[in-house]
């Protein structure tokens, strides 16, 4: 079975240092500490009202780590700019608007079909690798697939807000749902990321399906870290990774 990656959202470091202006928490620092914990890549999103991470930023992680830089985009001519520009390691198109807290659901990739596919093949000739964040359906995945972007990211938001409303039957009925999306990866020819909502018990549990090859997580790591750290927040997400796929692989 193949190790999983850690990817960790560093857009909440930016929304403390936001509150009261200046340079401090810096998101950069933050990021160069999650990958000296065993982080495997950063990620970013920028948003069209930048209500966290802004534009110097992106080009501050870009320049300063080593490890794979991953910048979420809505699908706007002004985000391809500065994504052309900074040519981070992958773009992942997410759906956006300036209502909302945090990102909502899976991008339209069907409804959006023929809007969506120049930004792919405009990231894809720039060697940028393209995730689409999608709702788990077999619909979104083969439209995915037609836009010629390689990598799928699973929405994991309704699983993981069943979980933590103690709604067993609907949080069984959305981990079917990915169970489900993500085994179909692999014939669709696409690599299969998740991400949204995941704490250590959720992430331990959905590293159970062989066909994910990454976890991308934010909110959880940066709150937890307030009480134990930042590095030893990422440590203990590692290991709930690993314990979680280490234990699949021992039953099969």
């Known amino acids: 079975m193949t190790t999983l990656r850690l990817g960790v959202n560093v857009d909440h470091v930016a929304t403390v240092r936001n509150a009261r202006g200046g340079a401090v928490p810096d998101p950069t620092r933050a990021a160069l500490l999650a990958i000296e914990a065993g982080a495997d890549g950063i990620t970013a999103h920028l948003r069209e009202d930048r209500r966290h991470i802004h534009d110097d930023d992106m080009k501050r992680l870009k320049a300063a780590i080593a490890k794979p830089l991953n910048f979420e985009m809505a699908a706007t001519e002004a985000m391809l700019d500065i994504a052309l520009r900074i040519r981070p390691h992958a773009c992942c198109l997410v759906p956006e608007k300036r209502t909302e807290r945090t990102t909502e659901g899976g991008l339209d990739v069907v409804g959006q079909f023929r809007a969506l596919k120049p930004f792919v093949a405009e990231l894809g000739k720039a060697g940028v690798r393209v995730s689409m964040f999608i709702e788990p359906s077999g619909e979104a995945l083969k439209a995915s697939a037609d836009l010629g972007a390689p990598v799928v990211e699973l929405h994991t938001g309704a699983w993981c807000d069943a979980l933590a409303h103690g709604d067993r039957a609907k949080a069984d009925y959305e981990f079917g749902r990915l169970r489900v999306a993500a085994a179909q990866t692999p014939r669709l020819g696409l690599e299969c990321h998740a991400g949204h ?25 940066i709150g937890e870290a307030i ?26």
């Open 197 to 221: 909502g995941l704490d250590y018990e959720s992430a331990r549990v959905i590293a159970a399906l062989p066909q994910v090859v990454e976890l991308n997580i934010g909110h959880f790591l």
């Open 227 to 252: 009480f134990v750290g930042l590095a030893e927040t990422v440590r203990r997400m590692r290991a709930a990774m690993d314990e979680g796929r280490a234990a699949a692989g021992a039953a099969r």
